[in-house]
């Protein structure tokens, strides 16, 4: 099983850039460590404190411009691919064994990450 988490198509105005890409695996690299860090400490994660722990604006405001960044709506979307993909658990908020084993191979401090074709 490998960490498919990003598309592998070519990039077109379709798909998603290189960089945005990146910054997507990074952050699925970075959301599975807070969740072994959890999961190792026997504490339990909802997806405020998922969102909050990733740096993400957990405001419930939906109306106005909010500042552009990670947002608690991404946060949950990335849950879900890496729970399509094996990797977590999205209605326990926990990694599976293999989502485990992934974030506990990572570095300690990410570098950037980048696709290997």
Request: proline fraction near 4%; charge should be neutral; glycine fraction near 8%.
């Amino acid at each position: 099983m490998s960490l498919s988490v990003l598309p592998t198509a070519p990039t077109t105005s379709a798909t998603p850039s290189s960089g945005i890409r990146e910054s997507v695996a990074a952050l699925s690299a970075r959301l599975l460590q807070v969740l072994a860090a959890a999961q190792e400490a026997g504490t339990r994660m909802d997806l405020d404190a998922l969102a909050t722990a990733l740096g993400a604006d957990v405001s419930a405001e939906e109306d106005g411009v909010r500042e552009r960044g990670l947002r608690r709506e991404d946060v949950r979307a990335l849950v879900a691919r890496l729970d399509g993909e094996g990797f977590v658990d999205a209605s326990r908020m926990r990694l599976t064994l293999a989502g485990f084993a992934i974030a506990k191979s990572l570095p300690e401090k990410p570098t950037g990450l980048r696709l290997v074709r």
